[in-house]
């Protein structure tokens, strides 16, 4: 068993030239659901990769939201947009990996989408 106070461990399975090698690797989680807005950019000053999570309530055929990350701020790399594209589709999830010491913003990019969820994992620390 692995144990790491204050923090959850994920067993990471990894090919490598065709052997699969499993390891521990720390991790981390926060909620920041309830302070992170649209349209502001964070940097990631942790000391290590951050997955971020973000759940975006899309209630309108309108509605589309843009990542983008960077090295600098602000972020001008395009990562991926979150668009309803029906009104039936209430909820869409956007995750990606920013490197430590790099930029990240989610843009509004039409409509008036809302943050359900806003998720970070440190990863390896």
């Not at 973000?54 to 090295?71: N, P, R």
Request: with cysteine.
């Amino acid at each position: 068993a692995v144990s790491n106070n204050g923090s959850s461990d994920a067993l990471a399975l990894v090919s490598l030239h065709g052997k699969v090698i499993i390891s521990a690797m720390k991790t981390t989680v926060t909620d920041r659901s309830a302070s992170y807005l649209l349209d502001t950019i964070y940097h990631n000053t942790n000391g290590c990769p951050l997955e971020v999570a973000i759940c975006m309530g899309m209630v309108s055929t309108s509605d589309a939201t843009d990542l983008f990350i960077g090295a600098s701020s602000p972020p001008t790399t395009f990562v991926g947009r979150l668009y309803t594209g029906a009104p039936s589709i209430s909820y869409a999830t956007i995750t990606k990996i920013v490197p430590d010491g790099w930029y990240y913003e989610l843009k509004t990019a039409s409509g008036s989408p809302s943050i359900n969820t806003w998720l970070e994992t440190q990863v390896g620390k």
